[in-house]
């Protein structure tokens, strides 16, 4: 009974309310109130483990994690000879004794402090406790941006996002150089911020774009570890650096250059294939290349997905749903795996080989065909979108159509919700203009 009812209240004053029994009374049963409290509290202390004996007789001096009536234990570097040698979390009877217990105080105290910098200890397991407190991104002031690049790199590999890990991880490289080693992220300042951009374009001489791109990644860093609270600024580092506009990039192309890849016919399987995957780009509304080969086309008349540029990234990132346009179907029909599902063009690379493998045929083709404007794979979204504004659809159903964050300075249309209707009617306007303009 005590224990359902402990189950329910972490309070021990709430406990002895439910129950009604004097026994729970803390102030004439201290035994009561040292177990209780040793239900919901955390201790750290020195330990040997007479059960974990090496095999050569000596015993790891270990640090015994108590939470919730659960025990794990760290260990440490240091060992006794006997049992003997270690009596209440302190070595005695070896020469070294001194030393030892300093340095394994010292180690105590770092895992006591990062315990206390722990918020709300009560709601993980003992598990969980152990693995923050060994965990390589100690919570503490002395945390480095390469600490918190490596751990980012972590989860956007595990969210199947190794492309932006990549790139990521380039510019780590570049900070690191630039610090000569590791960078304590609390030393970050607006003058480090304006250093380093100095040092990207005279230093490692990257062109104006790939300067921003790298600055951009560095903001990322320190936004992800004060949002983490694992640092706090009174003038945030990157207040005064300003992003160089970019040029537009005009890869979009007309209506007529578009009807020359559909109507391009050719014995080359490269040049087939590059027709092919710019066409159902286009068809589905300018999705990406990595979201169309991860979708699974079995059994389904609509498209359906959160784009993985996206994913994870943003608050209540919205799914597009469209539906597969009959222009899109043959094409899915001709590549699509039986048995995944998903689209395959018949080679064995890497998605990033493949994406520029597409991306060089879409090229090639282009010039092929004669079209004067740079064709990439990218110039479907463009193209789609440019022909969807020249047609009067509204930007919003666009912004939808293509998984683009709707802008927030248009509070008009806050207020209307971009249904799959509006979605489906805006693909077939622009297709039919295609067929028929």
């Not at 002395?142 to 600490?147: F, L």
């Not at 860093?221 to 300003?242: E, H, T, W």
């Not at 064995?348 to 004669?370: A, C, D």
């Amino acid at each position: 009974m005590l224990i359902i009812l402990f189950l329910f209240s972490t309070n021990l004053n709430d406990l002895k309310k439910r129950t009604f029994c004097p026994l729970l009374d803390t102030e004439t049963n201290p035994w009561v109130s040292s177990y209780f409290k040793s239900l919901i509290m955390t201790t750290l202390k020195l330990v040997v483990v007479p059960q974990r004996t090496l095999k050569d007789g000596t015993n790891k001096i270990r640090i015994a994690i108590g939470h919730k009536t659960v025990t794990r234990y760290i260990t440490t570097r240091f060992k006794i000879s006997s049992l003997n040698q270690f009596k209440d979390g302190q070595v005695v009877n070896h020469p070294d004794a001194h030393i030892i217990n300093i340095k394994l105080r010292n180690l105590l105290n770092e895992y006591e402090d990062k315990l206390d910098s722990i918020k709300n200890a009560q709601l993980y397991s003992c598990g969980q406790l152990l693995k923050l407190l060994t965990s390589n991104t100690p919570v503490s002031k002395n945390i480095t941006v390469q600490q918190v690049t490596q751990d980012y790199m972590s989860e956007l590999i595990q969210d199947d996002r190794k492309s932006y890990a990549v790139l990521i991880e380039r510019n780590n490289r570049y900070f690191t150089e630039f610090t000569n080693g590791e960078f304590f992220l609390s030393d970050m300042n607006p003058q480090i911020v304006a250093n380093y951009e100095r040092f990207l374009k005279n230093k490692k001489g990257l062109s104006e774009t790939s300067v921003g791109m790298d600055m951009s990644m560095s903001r990322t860093i320190v936004n992800r570890a004060i949002k983490q609270q694992l640092v706090k600024y009174d003038i945030n580092p990157f207040i005064y650096y300003r992003r160089p506009t970019a040029p537009e990039r005009e890869l979009d192309i007309s209506i007529e250059d578009l009807k020359k890849i559909r109507d391009f016919e050719s014995n080359s399987k490269k040049l087939r294939v590059a027709r092919d995957a710019f066409l159902l780009s286009y068809y589905l509304a300018g999705v990406n290349l990595i979201d169309l080969l991860s979708y699974d086309f079995r059994h389904t008349d609509r498209f359906e997905y959160i784009r993985t540029k996206s994913r994870n990234m943003k608050q209540g990132e919205k799914r597009i749903s469209i539906t597969i346009q009959p222009e899109a179907t043959p094409i899915i029909k001709k590549y699509m795996n039986r048995n995944t599902g998903k689209i395959d063009f018949g080679y064995k690379f890497t998605y990033n080989n493949l994406s520029r493998y597409i991306t060089r045929s879409i090229e090639k083709l282009g010039k092929e065909l004669g079209i004067r404007s740079k064709v990439v794979y990218y110039s479907a979204r463009k193209s789609f979108v440019q022909h969807g504004f020249e047609l009067g659809i509204p930007l919003e159903v666009l912004e939808y159509c293509i998984g683009q964050s709707m802008k927030k300075n248009r509070p008009i249309f806050n207020y209307v919700k971009i249904m799959r209707t509006h979605a489906d009617k805006a693909i077939r306007q622009i297709l039919d203009n295609l067929l028929y303009g």
